[in-house]
T-cell receptor, first 109, second 115 residues
Framework: GQNIDQPTEMTATEGAIVQINCTYQTSGFNGLFWYQQHAGEAPTFLSYNVLDGLEEKGRFSSFLSRSKGYSYLLLKELQMKDSASYLCAVRDSNYQLIWGAGTKLIIKP | DAGVIQSPRHEVTEMGQEVTLRCKPISGHDYLFWYRQTMMRGLELLIYFNNNVPIDDSGMPEDRFSAKMPNASFSTLKIQPSEPRDSAVYFC?????????????FGAGTRLSVL
């Protein structure tokens, strides 16, 4: 079967750095996505990785290792507005997005 | 661009009633997706269309659910009859396969409560 694992919840302090991990087992791989979802709102696109390595976008970076079936989202200089759920999704061989359950990130002052 | 537009934003109905959710995708996008999100099951793909044609409806829970896309700028998801277990947030998303990432962009969602 297809499976994506991410921690259910994480807590971090304002101004700090947090890493949210995602491991996956899917039938084929055509890219990995990270989305941010604030409570009561729609998921919004954060990053896309299809090759191994690190993609940096301002305070957010995403890493991919295809051989390990592993990705992480790194958030630096955390702000209160970063409190949200972060969803990992993998595009499989059928070009379908397989979604993780999401990681709820709580930022404390 | 206006983004994906969904209506209504909130819907409260009684068990047994028909519910119709509406979606206008981003202009020029050739894929449209309907999702359902609950605390218990997370984000679930119900059905998706390519160039207005339904491609995969294996996620549709049962015959009470149906979806149509009569043209490139409009889609509906209908539940008839509705049941309390259908209460969820329903999202519509669209994407453009010509863009190599083929990112899905989501509408604001419809929060459905079936009493």
């Amino acid at each position: 079967g297809q499976n994506i694992d991410q921690p259910t919840e994480m807590t971090a302090t304002e101004g700090a750095i947090v890493q949210i991990n995602c491991t996956y087992q899917t039938s084929g791989f055509n890219g990995l996505f990270w989305y941010q979802q604030h409570a009561g709102e729609a998921p919004t696109f954060l990053s896309y990785n299809v090759l191994d390595g690190l993609e940096e976008k301002g305070r957010f970076s995403s890493f991919l290792s295809r051989s390990k079936g592993y990705s992480y989202l790194l958030l630096k200089e955390l702000q209160m507005k970063d409190s949200a759920s972060y969803l990992c999704a993998v595009r499989d061989s059928n070009y379908q997005l397989i979604w993780g359950a999401g990681t709820k990130l709580i930022i404390k002052p | 661009d206006a983004g994906v537009i969904q209506s209504p934003r909130h819907e409260v109905t009684e068990m047994g009633q028909e519910v119709t959710l509406r979606c206008k995708p981003i202009s020029g996008h050739d894929y449209l997706f309907w999702y359902r999100q609950t605390m218990m099951r997370g984000l679930e793909l119900l059905i998706y269309f390519n160039n207005n044609v339904p491609i995969d409806d294996s996620g549709m829970p049962e015959d009470r659910f149906s979806a149509k896309m009569p043209n490139a700028s409009f889609s509906t998801l209908k539940i008839q009859p509705s049941e309390p277990r259908d209460s969820a947030v329903y999202f519509c998303a669209s994407s453009n396969r010509d863009r190599w990432e083929n990112i899905q962009y989501f509408g604001a969602g419809t929060r459905l409560s079936v009493l």
